[in-house]
């Protein structure tokens, strides 16, 4: 027969297990997400201000995110002011900061030169920034990494890595960079490389993955889409619930399990559009696809890896994917639908 406890001292003893677990685990406490109202920010800075407090996360962007300062602290911020930088990390004491400011593949292409100084110009601000004042700092790599030469299924790890995209040339540079003040100077960079990220909040603008979002939109406004990417390219994909988990995962990790840094293969589903729009009709039966080849995204996908292998990120702090393509097709469906119904 279980014992029964007293309500008010069950709650004293949930709380107190709480916040001791929660002191016990938690790195991070004044966090600053720089690039904040792009596609990964309107999201991770809702669900960072939800484990940690809306307080001690400070969404900074260019411009205005109305939606992100109605909870919590926000700045408008040039990451590429390094100034201006070093001024919202001393006045709200950061400890972490989320570098998410980049032009993406395709859009870099049309203008490589200012591609890599924005793409490294905020970079280099948010290393010197930490070095400064002694912060952790996550700048997320990407599939794109990687180029023709590597293993195209299962990408280990560790392997050549020879971009053709001037975003590839930034992450890679960017993966160096990180590594090189992580041993130089001691500061505690992270980072992994993300797939084509899909999500339902903000949209993502001017990479090669974007079809992989763009077509759920479309399945529910209209039934049919256009594609730019050929039908037979695979390419890793992620939901945003798994990327949210792995960046906060990978942040709190402890330090003495990790023989990488940055950055971390991570992976959950891979497909080609003709797969995806498959998953699609099994909910919207009349679903159709054609495709409008954009060949500037067809080379970048082709020069992609169709598969990366993640175990690194599996060993050394635990990387588990939960979202696969059939789950995330349902929820994208059910949550575009709901909300563009109520529209
Ligand atoms: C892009 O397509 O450029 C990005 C990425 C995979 O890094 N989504």
């Known amino acids: 027969m279980s014992k029964k406890i007293c309500p008010f001292y069950e709650k004293f003893l949930r709380n107190n297990l709480y916040l001791y677990s929660r002191n016990f685990y938690k790195q991070m406490k004044r966090i600053l997400i720089i690039g904040a109202g792009g596609q990964i920010g309107s999201e991770l800075t809702p669900y960072l201000r939800s484990i940690y407090g809306a307080d001690n996360v400070v969404a900074t962007d260019l411009r205005e995110c109305p939606s992100l300062a109605q909870n919590g602290p926000f700045e408008t911020l040039d990451a590429l002011d390094a100034q201006a930088l070093d001024a919202v990390v001393r006045r709200y004491n950061i400890d972490s900061v989320f570098n998410l400011v980049a032009l993406l593949s395709a859009v870099g292409e049309r203008n490589p030169q200012l591609a890599w100084q924005i793409n490294m110009g905020a970079l280099m601000n948010c290393l010197e920034v930490a070095r400064q004042h002694k912060?952790?700092?996550?700048?997320?790599?990407?599939?794109?990494?990687?180029?023709?030469?590597?293993?195209?299924?299962?990408?280990?790890?560790?392997?050549?890595?020879?971009?053709?995209?001037?975003?590839?040339?930034?992450?890679?540079?960017?993966?160096?960079?990180?590594?090189?003040?992580?041993?130089?100077?001691?500061?505690?960079?992270?980072?992994?490389?993300?797939?084509?990220?899909?999500?339902?909040?903000?949209?993502?603008?001017?990479?090669?993955?974007?079809?992989?979002?763009?077509?759920?939109?479309?399945a529910v406004k209209s039934g049919k889409y256009t594609c730019a990417v050929p039908h037979d390219v695979y390419m890793d994909m992620i939901y945003m619930p798994d990327a949210l988990r792995a960046c906060v995962?990978?942040?709190?990790?402890?330090?003495?399990?990790?023989?990488?840094?940055?950055?971390?293969?991570?992976?959950?589903?891979?497909?080609?559009?003709?797969?995806?729009?498959?998953?699609?009709?099994?909910?919207?039966?009349?679903?159709?696809?054609?495709?409008?080849?954009?060949?500037?995204?067809?080379?970048?996908?082709?020069?992609?890896?169709?598969?990366?292998?993640?175990?690194?990120?599996?060993?050394?702090?635990?990387?588990?994917?939960?979202?696969?393509?059939?789950?995330?097709?349902?929820?994208?469906l059910s949550v575009l639908s709901q909300r563009l119904d109520n529209k």
């Open 135 to 218: 912060c952790a700092l996550f700048t997320p790599s990407s599939i794109g990494a990687f180029g023709n030469s590597a293993p195209k299924n299962k990408t280990p790890q560790d392997t050549v890595m020879q971009p053709s995209t001037i975003y590839g040339v930034c992450k890679v540079t960017g993966e160096l960079l990180s590594n090189y003040y992580a041993v130089r100077y001691g500061i505690d960079t992270r980072s992994v490389r993300f797939p084509g990220i899909i999500s339902n909040v903000a949209l993502p603008g001017g990479g090669t993955t974007d079809y992989a979002v763009e077509i759920f939109y479309e």
């Open 249 to 332: 995962e990978l942040m709190e990790a402890d330090p003495t399990k990790l023989v990488h840094r940055n950055s971390f293969n991570i992976a959950s589903m891979s497909f080609t559009p003709d797969i995806l729009a498959a998953e699609i009709r099994r909910h919207i039966p009349d679903f159709a696809i054609d495709f409008d080849i954009d060949p500037v995204k067809e080379q970048i996908a082709r020069s992609w890896p169709d598969m990366l292998d993640d175990t690194c990120a599996r060993e050394e702090w635990g990387w588990k994917p939960e979202w696969d393509l059939s789950r995330m097709t349902s929820d994208m």
